[in-house]
């Protein structure tokens, strides 16, 4: 017959939810869960003492103090060695795959740390196509860098947001780039403004244009020099994608505004671009970011390369 070496079965002290969620006594430690683990693993106290780098009566007092706090006996004397009882077994069942779980943390959260470095998240609310560029040109040399893009102007969690606005006025802040960008009007090259270099807005008032969707900020930009022209511009075609409006705008299927370098050029024998002599039209690119990484070497050294590649389209 077995003789069990710990205390007797009496009504627990703390329920197993209240033990695994810190109820109880304020004194139970992982270290007691660790001690237990060793123990049932081993069946032997020496042997597991050795393991532990403890004493023996140390572990035992711990495993005696765990078996008082949970009120029911974990381990029973089988001999010269010691054997899990019903109650020891259900808890090694339960405590292994979480204790799994957490030995493997610390490893989880360090690969979280090194992918959130090397994750770069974007909003990108204006200039995509360039945006995109740019992203391509820099994975050339950075092939370990990732990206993330998003558009949600209500958004601010981001690494680098790239905006844009009719007038910014936030070119004292820090962690910001501005850059002025010229708008024209692209006109089919055979019509009635083709022999034309540039053209007073209100001159197109009748044309049909061709636009981005109401909820971007570029064709809200546009739509304020229309009415500052005096007139609602008359949308044939709407899209809240670019290259669509610019490959409607090139097959000559209305006119639009376009960009002076974030759309890039009109390669269309068809299309012309025409410069607005009034109202003065023109919008302001925001690039920023954000200094919310431990470590944000990455996103920094993305957004210096980011202002140096508009600023090379521009100039270019």
């Not at 006025?169 to 270099?197: H, M, W």
Request: glycine share 6%; with cysteine.
């Amino acid at each position: 017959m077995e003789k069990r070496m710990c205390v007797p079965f009496c009504l627990p002290k703390m329920s197993f939810a209240d033990f695994m969620t810190g109820g109880g006594k304020k004194d139970m430690e992982l270290t007691q869960i660790r001690y237990f683990l060793e123990v049932a693993d081993t069946k032997h106290m020496t042997n597991s003492a050795k393991n532990l780098h403890i004493t023996q009566p140390a572990l035992t007092q711990a495993i005696r103090r765990l078996e008082e706090d949970l009120g029911v006996p974990l381990f029973a004397a089988k001999g010269r060695n010691i054997t899990l009882t019903e109650y020891g077994k259900y808890l090694q069942k339960k405590l292994v795959p979480l204790m799994e779980q957490l030995d493997q943390i610390p490893e989880q959260l360090n690969m979280m740390v090194k992918l959130e470095g090397e994750t770069i998240h974007m909003n990108v609310l204006a200039a995509s196509g360039l945006v995109m560029e740019a992203i391509i040109e820099y994975k050339r040399t950075h092939e370990g860098i990732l990206f993330q893009l998003q558009q949600n102007s209500e958004s601010d969690l981001y690494d680098i947001a790239v905006t844009t606005k009719l007038f910014y006025q936030g070119l004292s802040e820090k962690n910001s780039f501005a850059c002025a960008e010229k708008i024209y009007l692209a006109v089919p090259k055979d019509g009635k403004y083709g022999a034309r270099t540039s053209v007073c807005l209100e001159e197109v008032a009748e044309e049909g244009f061709v636009s981005l969707l109401g909820s971007r900020e570029f064709r809200y930009i546009c739509d304020r020099f229309c009415q500052h022209a005096g007139f609602t511009p008359r949308v044939i075609f709407e899209s809240d994608n670019p290259a669509a409006v610019k490959n409607m705008i090139a097959a000559n299927m209305g006119i639009g505004f376009w960009p002076e370098f974030t759309w890039g050029s009109i390669e269309n024998e068809h299309v012309k671009l025409l410069e607005i002599e009034e109202p003065v039209c023109q919008r302001d690119i925001i690039i920023t970011y954000n200094m919310n990484k431990i470590d944000s070497r990455n996103v920094t050294e993305f957004y210096e390369f980011l202002v140096e590649f508009f600023q090379s389209r521009k100039n270019g």
